[in-house]
């Protein structure tokens, strides 16, 4: 992670102190008038003047340090996701949509022509990879294709969740056409529901209301791992664009590939 371009790298450090007071800045500038990068500004960084003022101030500064510091390492995450996301995304500029699709129904395409081959025609083996082949064109395509729309808000509330469904569901999909897939898969994505149920969903009734309305058998797998990809996506892209927040692209180092 490199040191922003308009400021000397002096090294991780530095990057870490430029970060959290961008951080604090910003955490004040929700309340108070020009507080980030005020102070080269010609009015400079806005002081408190009233005795009020300046209660509220320092509550609200203080306030904000332990707070930055459990966000910080999220932002650092976010960095990292923005680093590998843009690799991906300078791949798929250059291919296009339509070649980046085209990539992938070549991959998966091979690989279920290879599956009818190696499983001697029309068997289970060969609808599991098809079906799991098919699976991950159309997410992948929808992912590419949200993403090149553009727009902050729809890069995180579609093209991520379908990323991550490009990548969690096929597997799954296989499962229901391969009792061998589905040997492996699906006990361990039960016992995962298990633990979700027992944990995260154990609050508001959530969990009694999802046992008694559905039963985790057949495409309620495809289901299930479906509605993981979507909160993980969410997840993610939010951590990216927290990570613009703090470390805008013109200032990240990871603009270069």
């Known amino acids: 992670m490199a040191a922003g371009r308009g400021r000397a790298s002096g090294g991780v450090v530095d990057d870490i102190r430029f970060d959290l007071r961008r951080m604090h800045e910003t955490w004040m500038e929700l309340f108070f008038p020009r507080q980030r990068n005020a102070s080269s500004s010609v009015l400079g960084k806005w002081q408190p003047k009233t ?10 500064y203080y306030l904000g340090i332990p707070i930055i510091g459990l966000v910080y390492p999220l932002v650092l995450l976010g960095v990292i996701l923005r680093f590998q996301s843009r690799r991906l995304d300078s791949a798929a500029l250059r291919l296009g949509t339509i070649g980046v699709v085209a990539l992938f129904v070549v991959l998966w395409g091979a690989l279920t022509a ?11 083996g060969f609808f599991a990879v098809a079906a799991a082949s098919t699976v991950a064109v159309v997410a ?13 808000g729809t890069t995180v509330v579609f093209a991520w969740p379908f990323a991550m469904t490009a990548i969690f569901l096929p597997p799954v999909v296989a499962a229901l056409y391969s009792p061998t897939v589905a040997a492996v898969v699906l006990p361990r994505s039960e016992s995962l529901a298990i633990w979700l149920l027992e944990n995260p969903l154990d609050f508001a009734n959530v969990n009694a209301y999802l046992r008694t309305r559905y039963d985790l058998e057949g495409i309620a797998f495809a289901g299930m791992w479906f509605g993981i990809s979507v909160p993980v996506g969410w997840v993610l892209g939010i951590l990216v664009t927290l990570a613009d927040l703090v470390r805008p692209k013109a200032d990240s180092g990871d603009d270069d590939d």
Not at 140 to 152: K, N, P, T, W
Request: glycine residues 12%; without cysteine; aromatic residues 14%.
């Open 51 to 60: 005795a009020r003022e300046k209660v509220t101030y320092n509550t609200w």
């Open 114 to 124: 290879a599956s009818y081959v190696r499983f001697d025609g029309l068997s289970e």
């Open 140 to 152: 992948a395509a929808l992912a590419v294709g949200f993403r090149v729309i553009g727009g902050r």
